[in-house]
């Protein structure tokens, strides 16, 4: 059989279901082999939106998501998705054309450095250099990209590859495979566990960070059985979001630079900091001098160099958050905690102080308003919440879903993290839709994020894929001027979008269904339209631009926290005037 | 406190492997001194000898990044164990005497390096060692004139009967 075919053989034994992705010349036998499979192939209409997807597709179900890719161009525009999933440990595989290995470094037509391109973004990533290498390295692709701590992999096939014959009996798809210098750890270390479990009983005041690690280690009953039988509240990253019920009476909401007063606080004023599956960014510490000083760290994670990485740790354990949950549980459950009578009444009270205001009658509306209506809207098909998945793309839009959008399941709210992508949502909640066909899936974006991918509404309508697309319309750059308004003495630069297009319009023009919303008492009629339509549809909802989030600066103390002022966007006339003397001179 | 580290790392002996270690320490802003690649006793195994600066912290990072990639097989920190160290450095030294030349081949004599070229007016030293013993030759023929060095930074092994096994497991 050719390359190829056994490539589709390959992907088969690995369970692959979908493939997001765009053809090209050098991808042509791949293509043809896809043909003749029985692959879901969804052809999005840029390749940043198809390794989106597949990284929605990764986040949403705990799978491998795939995204292909030609050479030269079409691997190129992948970069942004790929580097975006690394970021936030998905676990992508990347396809890409490339031209036959006799062009290889000839500059040819389309040709590019893909692997040297691929290499600093992702775990790891290979080069397929003969046919015969093609059903171990995808086996290996597959193997990195999801054990330990998961992340992207980029696989690079040269058109004759894909061509050549290739017997596969002769060289068969592995199914275990020893990769000599990778060997993840799972189990935790017993002497850490018992230091830890030790420590955690005498602590007087803990808190927990929980971060993406623990979405992955699917370690959230583990989680909440300690937080309960241990008296310890909660506090989530971004990535973390889901991770741990917010309705519960322990939940202290996001921590970090937009984090709740609840959580902020806690992790300062706390003895004992438990981080499970957190990397520890500077969106979460800020000033690493004054973050959380007077505290012994129990830091767990799957990847040892994270460990001592950003914050000293006190007691390191690596291996699987699930794993080390329940070896600690084991220890704990053995003897009594300290009392924490105070700690509790101390957390409930920055509890009280946190709690969102959302009802707001405002026009234009407040962002508040329509995370309130969006979830009454929701729970009336999906009370618990659970059937719901959710994706953002990156701002001010993000930032309000952080705060106020209440997630009580893991894999329900996927947002990108590490690189802040903006684009990243509408396609991600595409993949999302293929991992949990029966849920509700809803992108909110800016208008900003949502014109940088908006091309995919053309995918959407092509094959009926039922998303609901909400745009947070404030035509600006919502969370660049609020920056600029604070740190910038108001100068607002580049950051106005004017009126156009007409969102209604555009997503008319796909065939797709639209409303516009402008006045709060219609936003929960239009909600249902959407979420009864079954078919995919858009809500342009126009909000107040001068809505400003409360923030920690950059590199600031986490316990300093700014509620700036609210500030009308002042488009500089000036420009322009200037603008329309250079683009029609005779005037 | 910074210090100079020497870091052994096996690593699988392929295409892209060098570039994939030295894109890590770009990218880290690791500081390298020198980084030495060669073959081992193991065909699909070689061996880099790394001389990194930094502080305890910057070691323990490079030491877990490095772990990370997937080719690398193992990492050594070679200063918590007692190790041998070389380095070879090619020095031409302006020599146009006869007294010039004999004054260098003492020289060389006494740091064991061995003259390699000669020509009218330069000699060609040989010399290997630890980094000392090589900067302190340099130093001796430096006011003679040094034309050109090429070293090729330290290489390392563990002292004794204990080697690097080449397989993490
Ligand atoms: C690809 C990309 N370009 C630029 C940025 C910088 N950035 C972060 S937030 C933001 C503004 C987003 O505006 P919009 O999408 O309208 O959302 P809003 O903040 O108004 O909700 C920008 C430009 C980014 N994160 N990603």
Redesign the interface.
């Known amino acids: 059989m050719k390359g190829a075919e056994a490539m589709m053989k390959a992907l088969e034994a690995e369970n692959v279901k979908v493939l997001f992705g765009y053809p090209g010349g050098q991808l042509l036998p791949f293509y043809d082999a896809l043909y003749q499979s029985d692959f879901l192939h969804i052809l999005t209409r840029h390749e940043q939106a198809a390794a989106h997807a597949a990284d929605g597709y990764a986040r949403a179900s705990g799978d491998v998501g795939v995204c292909v890719a030609t050479s030269g161009p079409g691997a190129t525009n992948l970069v942004t998705g790929v580097a975006t999933a690394h970021a936030d440990s998905s676990p992508v595989v990347a396809l890409t054309g490339q031209v036959p290995t006799k062009l290889i470094g000839n500059d040819a037509f389309q040709e590019i450095d893909a692997?040297?391109i691929f290499?600093?973004i992702t775990?790891?990533n290979f080069?397929i250099q003969k046919t015969s290498e093609i059903p171990k390295i995808f086996r290996k692709a597959f193997e990195?990209a999801k054990t330990g701590r998961p992340g992207a992999v980029h696989v690079d096939l040269p058109k004759d590859v894909q061509d050549d014959d290739l017997d596969l009996e002769k060289y068969p798809i592995p199914a275990e495979i020893n990769?000599?210098?990778?060997?993840p750890t799972k189990f935790g270390h017993p002497l850490q566990i018992k230091k830890a479990a030790e420590l955690m009983k005498i602590a007087q005041r803990p808190v927990i960070i929980a971060g993406g690690g623990v979405q992955i280690a699917n370690a959230t009953p583990e989680l909440i059985k300690l937080s309960e039988y241990a008296q310890i509240p909660v506090c989530t990253t971004l990535m973390g979001k889901g991770v741990f019920p917010e309705e519960h009476p322990l939940s202290l909401g996001m921590v970090g630079m937009h984090g709740t007063q609840a959580s902020n606080y806690s992790v300062y004023e706390s003895d004992v900091l438990i981080a499970i599956g957190c990397r520890f960014s500077d969106r979460i510490t800020g000033d690493l001098s004054s973050f959380a000083p007077n505290t012994k760290v129990i830091h767990i994670d799957i990847?040892?160099?994270e460990i001592?990485?950003n914050v000293g740790v006190d007691i390191p354990i690596v291996g699987d958050a699930k794993a080390i949950l329940k070896d600690i549980l084991i220890h704990l459950m053995k003897k009594e905690m300290v009392n924490k009578t105070e700690w509790m009444e101390n957390v409930k009270k920055l509890q009280k102080k946190s709690m969102p205001v959302m009802e707001f009658d405002n026009t234009p509306i407040k962002p508040q308003k329509v995370i309130k209506e969006m979830m009454a809207a929701l729970r009336e098909v999906d009370p618990g919440l659970t059937n719901t998945v959710l994706t953002t793309d990156v701002g001010q839009n993000q930032m309000w879903m952080a705060h106020y959008f209440q997630t009580s399941a893991p894999k329900s709210f996927l947002s990108s993290g590490g690189q802040g992508t903006m684009g990243f949502g509408f396609p991600a909640a595409i993949g999302a839709k293929f991992a949990r066909p029966d849920a509700n899936v809803i992108a909110v974006t800016g208008d900003g994020g949502f014109l940088m991918n908006s091309q995919e509404l053309a995918t959407i309508a092509e094959y009926e894929i039922p998303v609901i697309v909400v745009i947070f319309d404030n035509r600006t750059l919502g969370m660049v001027y609020q920056w600029q308004n604070l740190y910038y003495g108001k100068r607002q630069c580049a950051v106005h979008l004017g009126e156009t297009p007409d969102f209604i319009k555009l997503a008319e023009s796909y065939g797709i269904g639209a409303l516009r919303v402008e006045k709060p008492e219609d936003i929960n009629e239009a909600f249902k339209t959407a979420l009864n339509s079954g078919k995919p549809y858009l809500l342009d909802i126009i909000i107040d631009p001068s809505e400003a989030l409360h923030m920690v600066p950059p590199g600031g103390n986490m316990t300093n926290i700014l509620f700036p002022d609210r500030q009308e966007p002042t488009p500089k006339a000036q420009c322009f005037s200037e603008m329309k003397k250079i683009l029609s001179p005779k005037v | 406190m910074e210090h100079k580290h020497i870091i052994s790392v096996l690593?699988?002996h392929k295409p892209?492997v060098l570039?994939?270690i030295s894109?890590l320490f770009t990218?880290r802003w690791f500081n390298i001194s020198s980084m030495t690649v060669g073959s081992t006793e193991n065909p699909d195994v070689a061996r880099m000898t790394i001389v990194v600066q930094g502080d305890d912290?910057v070691l323990?990072?490079v030491v877990?990044?490095l772990?990370?990639?997937?080719?690398?097989?193992?990492v050594t920190d070679l200063n918590s164990k007692k190790s041998v160290q070389r380095e070879l450095c090619l020095v031409k030294v302006y020599a146009p005497t006869e007294d010039s030349k004999s004054q260098v081949i003492q020289y060389a004599n006494i740091f064991r390096g061995k003259i390699i070229d000669l020509s009218t007016e330069t000699l060609t030293v040989e010399i290997t060692g630890d980094e000392q013993k090589v900067n302190a030759f340099l130093d001796l023929v430096r006011p003679m004139g040094i034309k050109e060095i090429a070293r090729t930074g330290l290489t390392a092994l563990m002292r004794g009967s204990k080697i690097l096994k080449?397989?993490?497991?």
């Open positions: 692997l040297g290499m600093p775990k790891h080069q990195i990769l000599q210098g990778y060997k990847d040892p160099a001592g990485k | 690593v699988l892209g570039q994939r894109g990218r912290t323990e990072q877990k990044q772990n990370k990639l997937v080719e690398v097989v193992k080449s397989n993490k497991a």
